[in-house]
């Protein structure tokens, strides 16, 4: 039990009620006691002040596809450095899939990685559970077990179940239990050995490429799926304009439908790849800019729901090889608002919208009591200078690894303060 202790002259910024207005926030017992929009609140007897000086005051961001090597891996990545990468950005809450060694398919290992996350974490750790056993996308695993261990949702991580009659039958049992299903979405006879976006710089840089229809295609049978099963489908992370186009006319249908993106195909682009920057391969590859202007249409449209990090932490040896054999993946929890921001700062996007699909929408997705300023919500918040000046260096990670798409970018926006459950976590040279 922390000392109560109230955030005064903040920019509250709350898209769960649409308010944008200046106030003041009361945090005790690690909740929001009370607020007020427009002036003071009562203080507590024996109660901090924090003066915000203006910045924003925003519920902690949830990401909602976070990888981390602990167990099994844990040279690239473990609980708590992933928990002190996160925070650093602004994420007060990451959905860890379950891509580990050994597989997070069974309750046990979801109960382990709960305890051992609130021991070492700063950030709160949200286990998804797998969808097959091993991620091989032959057996589907005990959901109702992985459920009542923790487990927020279901996906097969970065693997993509390619039989359709087995994934109806995962979408109908994951029905019967009300649980997220987050599906990957790669044809793998599509996507072959194909290492970025197919089209004409592929073609320059001698590299083969993966066709648009290698999502597309899985995600058309996707949505025909849940609609028949009633499941609570959300596509992992779409990159394509046909996608969207897909995803649109699928939710004028079925409400139960959501998608979501990484940052990196919302700011970056296939020609960022320049000549062979493997910190840019990633899947699903960057895509063109046409495909990347119809992302950021989708996101203001409300098409996409969720933004995330997609943070996937891998070590030297696997990135600095030649572009056809070097692995996937990028690092993005410190960078995710940041390089959201850039997209505020150019007119793309408004801040009520970047915050809505990085706060609210996931919480609301993932059934969190979180992602919102209200009276009795956990007091996960950040305050941001949106204005703040600075470039990204390796040197500066708190994960531990570097393999980031933003290498030396500079960026205007920066995580001054985060909170979890009421306690500073994380608090930047500057505010300090």
């Given amino acids: ?229 009633g499941v609570r489908y959300h596509a992992g992370q779409i990159s394509t304009a046909g996608s969207a186009e897909l995803l649109k006319a699928a939710k004028t249908r079925n409400d139960k439908v959501t998608a979501g993106i990484s940052i990196n195909h919302l700011c970056l682009n296939e020609n960022d790849i320049g000549r062979y920057r493997t910190y840019f391969k990633l899947t699903p590859p960057l895509r063109s800019e046409d495909d990347r202007q119809a992302m950021i249409e989708a996101l203001r449209s409300g098409t996409i729901d969720t933004i995330h990090s997609d943070h996937d932490p891998q070590d030297t040896e696997v990135k600095r090889q030649p572009f056809a054999e070097a692995s996937n993946g990028a690092i993005g929890l410190e960078t995710l608002l940041s390089a959201a921001l850039r997209l505020v700062h150019s007119g793309d996007v408004e801040l009520m919208t970047i915050l809505r699909a990085m706060t609210c929408r996931p919480a609301e997705i993932l059934g969190l009591e979180s992602g919102r300023i209200a009276r009795g919500a956990p007091a996960d918040l950040i305050l941001i200078d949106l204005d703040y000046p600075w470039q990204v260096t390796e040197k500066s990670f708190r994960s531990r690894s570097r393999n980031t798409s933003f290498e030396d970018a500079r960026m205007q926006g920066k995580i001054m303060r985060t909170l979890v459950g009421g306690e500073s976590v994380f608090v930047h040279e500057d505010a300090a």
């Fill in 1 to 229: 039990m922390t000392r109560p202790f109230i955030i005064e002259n903040a920019r509250i910024i709350d898209p769960a009620s649409g308010t944008d207005q200046l106030g003041a926030v009361l945090v005790e017992d690690g909740r929001i006691g009370d607020l007020a929009i427009g002036g003071p609140v009562g203080v507590p007897d024996g109660a901090e002040l924090l003066d915000a000086r203006g910045l924003v005051l925003a519920p902690g961001l949830i990401d909602m596809r976070v990888f981390v090597g602990e167990p099994g891996k844990e040279y690239r990545e473990t609980l708590a450095s992933a928990g002190a990468a996160a925070v650093a950005g602004g994420v007060t809450s990451f959905v860890m899939m379950p891509d580990t060694t050994p597989t997070v398919d069974d309750g046990a290992l979801v109960d382990f990685l709960i305890r051992r996350a609130q021991a070492q974490s700063p950030a709160r750790v949200l286990p998804a559970a797998a969808i097959t056993k091993g991620l091989q996308g032959k057996e589907i695993t005990e959901y109702g077990l992985l459920k009542d261990a923790g487990a927020v949702c279901l996906t097969d991580g970065a693997q993509s179940i390619q039989s359709t009659s087995l994934l109806r039958s995962a979408m109908g049992y994951a029905a019967n239990f009300d649980l997220p299903f987050v599906h990957h979405l790669a044809d793998a006879e599509l996507v072959g050995d194909g290492v970025m976006n197919e089209g004409l710089f592929a073609t320059v840089l001698g590299l083969r490429g993966i066709p648009r229809e290698a999502e597309t295609i899985p995600l058309s049978r996707d949505l025909q799926l849940a609609a028949l099963t």
